[in-house]
């Protein structure tokens, strides 16, 4: 019986080849776009759950005194910890500090290292795939090496035992190699450090204190261990330890498995919007399967109609349907994980730039092969049964002569309701493409409060073979740049705009302790705000011939933290911070300006004086002409390369540089667009698919109009009418929907666009040109007919 199923099925396919191309090439598409979602998905509600221990795995929040809660604390507390609470099994820190160069033979390389204890294995399941993790970190003088990383300086041997050099100068023992970690892991590290060693390290053991917030802190509760317990313990712990005004502080216990929410508020975000888009579009091709399956079914009607005269039951023809929707779908399956593996996960990996990349393993993803499964068996029965119940209501006497009657107005509302809902879902993705697109040219464009042109930055932490060395002849380098008649100024700084840390003390005016605030401060070199262009409200900028900028700590505040003082004027006030005694005395106040993206806003900011240009992450140069940039790009690289380095110079533009900041914006937008892209199509199939279903069913009526004088245009008006109607209908729910989730996307930028009129206008036209497009082909098509033959077929 299912042999005969199958024969029959694949003759109806390719009877009608057209309608099944379209089906397959549609389906695949779409369900390659929702196999990457799901997979995205799954890989995010999946998050660090590879720790065999995650229910009892916790970390240490702080929160100020004003409320705001980071995810550090003060690096002695889990030692203290450790120490008083018996119910902490164990504990670890993972601290980025520096990157030290590991050098084997000829080989060297710098990767992200992780300063961890030695119960980190213990804490969190990352299997090696050689060593012990019991011992690996237990020695001062050890190192963790990443899988690729030990290729790289080993090949394919286990290095385990190997003596390495970090830094020119250190002798470490390889004691483990890690498995490729999982790429949904929050902790990621090229290589792991015994964190004793950051004890040796001067500037790490003087901010090591009780009061310095940047350790973050890990703990292992021992089974059966209640949290609330332990949390109720610790404001004793601030009040015992805590310096100054650290003890104004709380600290939290958090679940590990909310770490990356509190790390990144927006990932829920992510993944409703993922889960969200797969659903749209998993509707979009249902519904486009089932308009083309019903317009392909009509002229079975008589076969229907004649398997039900020989005693078929209804479970028998929706078998057949059931069979030949599933073959459909098959097919497209296998098309759409070929399509999402050889091109939607490459270029979405690509377009998440070095972020959690996506790959499909049976032994990792089988939840979501299973899902996607499941649903491709829910698409094929929906789209088989729809065209089967409907065939199966038509009447029997009539439809055993081929003709189509049943009730039309029941067939024709379920018609109407797929299409609306269909052009709906189609108008909102338009208008979230469209939205997206002008949030980013607008922040692109906006005024930044510099002036990001004409200005090259130079990589210069080239990591040199003798920093003492390399600072003198800097100088000397610095020295000819004051010279060069096409620069205009220069300045070196550990950041550039729209990159700035989250660096944070509290200050308060002099006298004034109760009036601290929280403000974010970076250094700033002689010649920032000149070579940036930053303008001054009042005061000046750092000079290295005023010694008193570096006697008094000079700082130049921006207008937000001038205003957050309650000061009309700051020139002259002085400012101490909570956690020493310096007083710092302010020199010039700048505008406000945008020293993150526009997603996030302009706060108080301050700028203690660094002194003269010296060697840092940053050379930036302002030039007079920038079509002379050539030549000072290859003075410069002449020069660096005399001075020792593990790399070279390297050089960027400060507008190519800030428009990375929003790269990752823009390939959201790239995904948007290419979704928006595959609902359109679907859409126009479907209608395809549905006008091919109106103009069958018309063809009496058409034929009556022509030989009664009817023009082909306005036959072609009557079949589009309605469905341009539709439309309308689609355009009318879409647009209210789509701008309250417009306003609620752009609730997540600090500065933003206003949702504009001619948004709607657009994405409704883009709707009635593409309906159009797809109907009046069809139209013209069934008026061109001759109505003759029209008639004979009633």
Known sequence: MFRNYLTIAVRTLWRNRLFTTINVVGLSVGLACVVVLVLFAQKCLTWDTAHANLDRIYYIQTQSANGDTQNQTVYPLLDQMLRDYPEIEAGTHDQNWSNPWIEYGDKSIQESTSYVDSSFFRVFTFPLKFG??????????????????????FGEINPVGKRVTLNDTLQYTITGVLNK????????????LPAANLLDNPGFKESADWYNSFASTFILLKE????????????????????????????????FKQFIYNENPTFPNLIYGAIMVALFLLLIISINLINLNTASALPRAKEVAMRQVVGATRRLVLNQFWIESGLVVLISLGLS?????????????????????????????????????GIALTVAIVAGTYPALYLLGLKTTEAVKGKISGNPKSGRLRQNALIVLQFTLAVIFILGTIGMREQIQYMKQADLGYDKNNVLVFKTNLAFRNDKTAQTQAQAIFARLRQNPNVVSFTSSE???????????????????????????????????????????????????????????????????????????????????????????????????HYRTLTDKVGPMLQWYS??????????VRLADETKAPALIKELEGQFQKIPARRELSYTYLSDEVAKAYQSLDNVWQMISFVTFIAILTACAGIFGLISLVARQRTKEVGVRRVLGASIISITTLLSSDFLRLVGIAILIASPVGW??????????????????????????????????????????AAMINPVRSLRSE
Request: glycine share 8%; charged share 15%.
């Open 337 to 373: 994980i070929a399509f999402a593996v050889y091109f939607l996960i490459p270029r979405f990996n690509q377009l998440r730039d070095g972020r959690m990349q996506l790959d499909i393993s049976w032994a990792n993803d089988y939840p979501t092969i299973l899902a996607v499964l």
């Open 224 to 255: 059966g261990a209640d949290p609330a317990r332990l949390q109720a313990k610790l404001p004793q712990l601030v009040k015992a330890h805590y310096k100054n005004d650290g003890q104004r502080r709380a600290l939290l216990l958090s679940p």
């Open 181 to 192: 970690l999982p790429g949904n892991s929050s902790l990621q590290f090229g290589v792991l």
């Open 740 to 781: 309250w989730l417009g306003e609620k996307m752009l609730t997540h930028f600090a500065y933003h666009i206003s949702i504009q009129w001619w948004y709607f206008v657009l994405a409704g036209g883009m709707a009635v040109g593409i309906a159009l497009g797809s109907v009046v082909f069809q139209a013209i098509r």
């Open 495 to 593: 950041l550039i705009p729209a990159f700035y840390w989250d660096n944070f003390n509290s200050y308060y005016p002099e006298g004034s302790k109760e009036n601290s605030i929280n403000i974010r401060h970076v250094s700033g070199a002689v010649g920032f705000t000149e070579t940036y262009r930053i303008p001054l409200l009042e005061g000046r900028n750092f000079s290295d011939e005023t010694p008193a900028d570096s006697v008094n700590n000079a700082v130049i505040i921006n207008e937000s933290a001038m205003k957050a003082f309650g000061w009309k004027t700051a020139v002259g006030k002085k400012l101490r911070q909570l956690n020493n005694t310096a007083t710092f005395t302010v020199v010039g106040v700048t505008k406000d300006y």
């Open 132 to 153: 012990d993790p019991t011992t690996a970190l237990r020695n001062k003088r050890s190192v963790v090496l990443n899988e690729a990383l030990a290729q790289h300086l």
């Open 611 to 620: 002194g003269r240009p010296g060697l840092n992450e940053f050379l930036s």
